[in-house]
């Protein structure tokens, strides 16, 4: 049996969790099935989860989060129902939004709109750059995020 000196159950379970959440909600369903089918042909049955647990391991090791410091979160008037993914947001305000990628933190979308995580030093511009432009054949709102009131 290996060693699992540096690996803690406990601190694996949120991140699974993260996971698990994440390809619920977020991932567009075509895209995963495509890298699905992939590993399926490309990987033996009996190393599937050999591979998956490297994969795992490697993913745990370069694992930096998405979080930006002093990160301010922005409402997106955009959501799922508009076939909105991360990676589409990502374009829209790295593109439009002229903010360097690095900058760009958690991302959360729900059905009807959406929440960015951004460095606070570029919240401002992208507000400016893309409060109002048409996206995907709607008028987009973007402003900061209103904290949820403690009730």
Same mark, same amino acid.
């Given at each position: &049996? $290996?060693?699992? =000196?540096?690996?803690?159950?406990? =601190?694996?379970?949120?991140?699974?969790?993260?996971?698990?959440?994440?390809?619920?909600?977020?991932?567009?369903?075509?895209?995963?099935?495509?890298?699905?089918?992939?590993?399926?042909? !490309?990987?033996? #049955?009996? &190393?599937?989860?050999?591979? !998956?647990?490297? &994969?795992?391991?490697? +993913?745990?090791?370069?694992?930096? $989060?998405?979080?930006?410091?002093? $990160?301010?979160?922005? #409402?997106?008037?955009? $959501?799922?129902?508009?076939?909105?993914?991360?990676?589409?947001?990502?374009? +829209?305000?790295?593109? !439009?939004?002229?903010?360097?990628?690095?900058?760009?933190?958690?991302?959360?979308?729900?059905?009807?709109?959406? #929440?960015?995580?951004?460095?606070?030093?570029?919240?401002?511009?992208?507000?400016?750059?893309?409060?109002?432009?048409?996206?995907?054949?709607?008028?987009?709102?973007?402003?900061?995020?209103?904290?949820?009131?403690?009730?």
């Amino acid at each position: &049996m $290996g060693k699992l =000196d540096n690996i803690n159950s406990a =601190d694996l379970l949120p991140i699974v969790e993260n996971i698990i959440k994440r390809v619920r909600e977020d991932e567009n369903s075509d895209n995963l099935n495509a890298y699905r089918k992939a590993f399926k042909k !490309t990987v033996p #049955f009996s &190393m599937r989860s050999w591979v !998956t647990a490297y &994969m795992f391991k490697e +993913l745990c090791s370069k694992r930096t $989060g998405r979080t930006v410091p002093d $990160g301010l979160s922005l #409402f997106v008037s955009i $959501g799922r129902n508009r076939k909105v993914y991360p990676k589409d947001l990502v374009h +829209l305000f790295v593109n !439009t939004g002229k903010v360097d990628r690095a900058l760009i933190g958690d991302i959360k979308i729900l059905d009807n709109y959406s #929440f960015i995580t951004i460095g606070k030093t570029a919240a401002e511009e992208a507000i400016d750059n893309l409060d109002g432009i048409d996206f995907r054949g709607r008028k987009l709102t973007v402003n900061f995020a209103k904290k949820k009131s403690a009730e």
